[in-house]
């Protein structure tokens, strides 16, 4: 168990909607990162955030945004779904904000799937 | 930028076979180097790194050795078991976050 809870497990939902999706860090870490899985893609980083400021961007689309609460969860909000936005999306977290040498620790993902 | 690029999959072997994933990279600077492993409906855990030339990570029998002159990492295991069935992942980090190889399935058969 690494200690990163993410919800929901699964969703399913129809082109043009919006979803969000939860993730709380293990316990002592103040740095989240998203990332998405594909087939075709692999892992993207998407976005991350540090004690509640975003601190590096990655692939993310406009369509998407994120944020960290004071309580240090974060939510990925995904907006006007596409086909193509079906994946798996990951939540890691770690104790750094810059030193990217500490392991992340991710949680078991959010299968999104959009018909 | 910095890319990562792993042997395709998936790789089937039987068990106690050796074991070799291929990793190579493309990076400005000195990256760290690491390999992590998804178990089947799990999320990503570290299994070893390396953050500077010459260093051999290793874990849980695996083993890696951060070669710049080659700019690679390989994977080694000199004895597979079933339960290492699962898809690796080669990733590097300089001064941004992980990017991670597209993965390499490996399904070790008894």
């Known amino acids: 168990d690494s200690g990163v809870t993410q919800t929901p497990k699964h969703l399913i939902t129809a082109t043009g909607q919006r979803v969000t999706l939860r993730c709380s860090p293990r316990?002592?870490?103040?740095?989240v990162y998203w990332y998405q899985q594909s087939l075709d893609q692999g892992l993207q980083f998407l976005i991350q955030y540090y004690n509640g400021e975003e601190r590096a961007k990655g692939n993310i689309l406009e369509r998407f945004s994120a944020q960290q609460f004071p309580d240090l969860h974060s939510e990925l909000n995904l907006s006007s779904l596409e086909l193509g936005d079906s994946a798996l999306y990951f939540c890691?977290?770690?104790?750094?904000?810059?030193?990217?040498?500490?392991?992340?620790?991710f949680g078991n993902g959010t299968r999104l799937t959009v018909t | 930028g910095n890319s990562v690029t792993q042997m395709e999959g998936p790789v089937t072997l039987s068990e106690e076979a050796f074991l070799t994933i291929n990793c190579t990279y493309t990076?400005?600077?000195?990256?760290?180097l690491f390999w992590y492993v998804q178990y089947p409906g799990e999320g990503l855990q570290l299994l070893l790194k390396a953050t500077k030339a010459d260093d051999k990570g290793s874990n849980k029998g695996f083993e890696a050795t951060y070669r710049k002159e080659t700019t690679s990492f390989h994977l080694e295991k000199g004895s597979v078991q079933v339960s290492d069935s699962a898809v690796y992942f080669c990733?590097?980090?300089?001064?941004?976050?992980?990017?991670f190889g597209k993965g390499t399935r490996l399904s070790v058969i008894a």
């Open positions: 316990s002592g870490d103040l740095s």
């Open positions: 890691a977290s770690s104790v750094d904000a810059s030193s990217y040498n500490s392991p992340l620790h």
């Open positions: 990733a590097l980090t300089g001064n941004t976050p992980l990017v």
């Open positions: 990076a400005t600077g000195y990256p760290s």
